[in-house]
Nanobody
Framework: HVQLVESGGGSVQAGGSLRLSCAIS????????MAWFRQAPGKEREEVAH??????TDYAEGVKGRFGISVEAGNNLYLQMNNLQPEDTAMYSC???????????????WGQGTQVTVS
């Protein structure tokens, strides 16, 4: 079955960088949407960024210019996070779904998450 495993979280000082990874197994569809979400304590989960199988990307307003999403070989999803700020503190999770992002079919598979703490 499909599995997503995140890594790369940790604690950094404001202005620092982290690179999150999401290893994706047994997800073999031609058209897909992959995304990173985050949820801070007491707040709703929000989508941080997504990438389509056609290589198009989109970002939440608060991370544009600081975060970069990429995918390698269709089974490794990354989130490069630069100039991190305390408000970026959250549990970050990766998610994947079949179909292009613009189809808005939702995300079928989710990882367990990795904690990012910025002080």
């Amino acid at each position: 079955h499909v599995q997503l495993v995140e890594s790369g979280g940790g604690s950094v000082q404001a202005g620092g960088s982290l690179r999150l990874s999401c290893a994706i197994s047994k997800f073999t569809v031609r058209n897909y949407c992959m995304a990173w979400f985050r949820q801070a304590p007491g707040k709703e989960r929000e989508e941080v960024a997504h990438i389509d199988s056609d290589s198009s990307t989109d970002y939440a307003e608060g991370v544009k210019g600081r975060f970069g999403i990429s995918v390698e070989a269709g089974n490794n999803l990354y989130l490069q996070m630069n100039n991190l700020q305390p408000e970026d503190t959250a549990m970050y999770s990766c998610a994947v779904g079949s179909g292009h992002c613009w189809m808005q079919r939702g995300f079928t598979y989710w990882g367990q998450g990795t904690q990012v703490t910025v002080s």
